[in-house]
């Protein structure tokens, strides 16, 4: 029931900002700073070039959800395991 | 029971390890690009990080060793990390960022170990995802690896003893941990470009303006979402916590 309102409470906080910022496209915040590096020095040109970028916006996302969905998948393991284990074992040391 | 548990274990300590190999790239609206930190800055923070990866290393080993169990936490803390990355939250500046994760497994396992998983996490994603890069990595692994997990461990070691409860100090740590993670990307950027008028300082004020400020709304998710994750260990996971030495005497 916390664990529910404090979530609630996250998300309320990603959808504030859309209230705020109407017209915003909420770009990365780095390409603001390449932005900024650029206003103060000008003449800076990056000196080396990413190795491998992904090719386009969908397979970026593609591998932004793939990262969040195994990341997901661990801590629900974990803490699954640990569910089970508490809920099957007799022994109060494992409380 | 031993025998029972030890695969799956194994199974997932190398699952774990297999997708911060290939997938863990990326935490980005926020690291420094590649090729924008200078050479001879870039080369600065390698040098400067490279001593707590090997401190974080033996950390990790040292634990492992004692305590094999404890491999499930450490992927827990790992793949925290790993979500909390991929979430690129807008925030009230109008821009996106995302959080860092660091605060869970610093108040778990300690800042050390904290750095060793954060600097993978950014490699890979400076691999796979462009988002940061290899000369930078240094710089950003020092901002998120060991100035946030040294601050969250800090504040957390701090709050329990002033006798803040153990959520409120699980929260706060998170929280500072993120905020601190971007506070130091700007120095870092400011450094590197200080401005003609001003120096580092108006420089600073610049990159805090992008960096620091899109970061406190986020900052508060990071730390809600870090507590709602403790309060799960804590529920399902004691006998680790308890390993980890977590609670100094308050085990409820």
């Known amino acids: ?94 409380k | 029971m031993i025998k029972k548990i030890f695969w799956p274990l194994t199974f997932i300590f190398v699952f774990t390890c297999y997708f911060w190999l290939n997938s863990l790239h990326s935490a980005y609206a926020m690291h420094i690009m590649e090729g924008f930190l200078p050479a001879a800055w870039a080369i600065f923070w390698w040098i400067i990080m490279i001593p707590f990866l090997i401190v974080g290393l033996r950390a990790i080993k040292r634990k492992i060793t004692e305590n094999p169990e404890l491999k499930t936490i450490l992927g827990l803390s790992g793949a925290f990390v790993f979500v909390l990355s991929a979430l690129k939250i807008p925030s009230v500046t109008g821009s996106s960022s995302h959080p860092t994760g660091v605060g869970l497994g610093s108040i778990l396992f300690g800042p050390t170990a904290m750095s060793v998983l954060g600097t993978i996490a950014l490699l890979f994603q400076s691999l796979l995802l462009a988002h940061g890069g290899l000369t930078s990595l240094g710089a950003n692994a020092f901002s998120m690896a060991v100035v946030g997990p040294f601050i969250a461990y800090a504040v ?97």
């Open chain 2, 156 to 252: 957390f070691k701090g709050g329990t003893k002033i006798n803040f409860s153990f959520s409120f100090c699980v929260f706060l740590a998170a929280l500072l941990g993120g905020i601190g993670t971007y506070i130091s990307t700007s120095l870092q950027l400011a450094l590197a470009f200080p401005s003609e008028v001003g120096g580092v300082l108006q420089s600073f004020y610049k990159f805090a303006a992008i960096f620091a400020i899109t970061q406190v709304p986020l900052a508060i998710s990071e730390g809600l979402l870090t507590v709602i994750v403790m309060n799960l260990i804590k529920k399902y996971n004691m006998n680790e916590l308890k390993l980890l030495k977590v609670f100094i005497k308050e085990a409820r």
């Open chain 1, 1 to 94: 029931m916390k664990n529910t309102l404090l979530l609630a409470f996250v998300i309320l906080l990603a959808i504030i900002p859309f209230y705020i910022h109407r017209d915003s496209e909420f770009g990365g915040a780095d390409g603001q700073a390449e932005e900024a590096i650029q206003e103060i020095a000008p003449e800076y040109t990056p000196w080396v070039q990413a190795l491998w970028e992904p090719p386009g916006g969908e397979t970026e996302s593609l591998l932004f959800s793939l990262q969040a969905a195994i990341g997901s998948l661990v801590i629900g393991y974990v803490i699954g395991f640990g569910r089970a284990r508490k809920k099957y074992s007799n022994n109060a040391e494992s």
